[in-house]
């Protein structure tokens, strides 16, 4: 996988062999995406998207294609049960930032750094550089948000391969294909990713989602059952808390349209 360490042997001709995989330290992964048209048959199986990351860095846009908060959460779900370190940078700002302020201010009062930048106008472009500084750092979110753009901007000489959205649905289009990590300089490494359209995360039961939402914390010790799904039990600290208006009522909604999505009693 990207971001594996392995030991290689060299062969004459200047080709090598990977003799070890070293120990991966974490690794960020989803479940495998459903290929459409085909049949789902059985179980779908974890896709490790790269190992041996420090942070994730969410990217979401204001528009074109527009701020997506459900998927940034179950993006952070994945980063979050992973142990990375999680930041979210929303692009664009050049095309309006009215709205943007609710969802900075959101994400940030829960305490993740939330980055405002375009690659078009350079705006936040030197507190990003700064922000990777000495990490290795994955890039991921929908497609068309400026993954490869920012990059770009940020570390000149990149060229990653961008491409304008669709003017008819305001969707990427999939520019980047393949997840490729590049060093940027001598502690600093990051990995652009293809846009994803969806993702499910991989490995989570339905009692354990509430720990990747990092507000919930400081209530879930008052649920009366310690198995609760904050979903229809009695006696729920994470319910009384939206009820109390302490935890959002968006974030709680992106809590059970994930935990709608994880099969009873299954870790899938
Ligand atoms: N207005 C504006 N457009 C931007 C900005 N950043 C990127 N874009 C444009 O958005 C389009 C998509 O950018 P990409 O960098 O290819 O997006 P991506 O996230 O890498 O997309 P995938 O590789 O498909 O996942 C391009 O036309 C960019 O020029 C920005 O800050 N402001
Ligand atoms: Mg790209
Ligand atoms: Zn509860």
Not at 7 to 20: A, M, P
Not at 35 to 60: F, H, M, P, T
Not at 167 to 187: C, P
């Amino acid at each position: 996988m990207v971001g594996d360490e392995v030991k290689i042997s060299l062969n004459q001709d200047g080709t090598g062999n990977i003799e070890e995989i070293k120990p991966r330290r974490n690794y960020l992964s989803r479940k495998a995406p459903r290929i459409k048209g085909a049949a789902q048959r059985g179980e779908r199986l974890e896709q490790i998207i790269a190992a041996n990351v420090d942070s994730l860095i969410i990217v979401g846009s204001v528009m074109q294609p527009n701020f997506n908060n459900k998927l940034i959460d179950r993006i952070i779900v994945a980063g979050e049960s992973s142990h990375l370190n999680v930041k979210i940078i929303i692009n664009k700002i050049d095309l309006g930032k009215s709205e943007i302020n609710f969802w900075n201010e959101l994400y940030s009062s829960i305490g993740y750094e939330v980055m405002l930048t375009s690659a078009l106008s350079k705006h936040g472009l030197n507190e990003m550089r700064d922000k990777l500084a000495g990490r290795k750092n994955l890039f991921w979110g929908a497609s068309g948000v400026g993954k490869s753009s920012l990059l770009n901007s940020v570390f000149p000489g990149l060229d990653l391969k961008t491409k304008e959205i669709s003017a008819a649905t305001s969707k990427g289009k999939h520019t980047t294909v393949t997840t490729q990590m590049i060093k940027v300089n001598d502690s600093t490494f990051v990995i652009d990713t293809p846009g994803i359209r969806e993702i499910d995360p991989y490995g989570i039961k339905k009692e354990d989602l509430g720990h990747y939402f990092v507000e919930f914390d400081k209530y879930i010790n008052n649920c009366r059952f310690n198995t609760c799904t904050h979903h229809h039990e009695p006696g729920c600290g994470i319910i009384d808390a939206v009820e109390g208006g302490v935890i959002s009522p968006e974030r709680y909604e992106s809590y059970l349209n994930i935990l709608d999505t994880i099969e009873d009693g299954m870790i899938f």
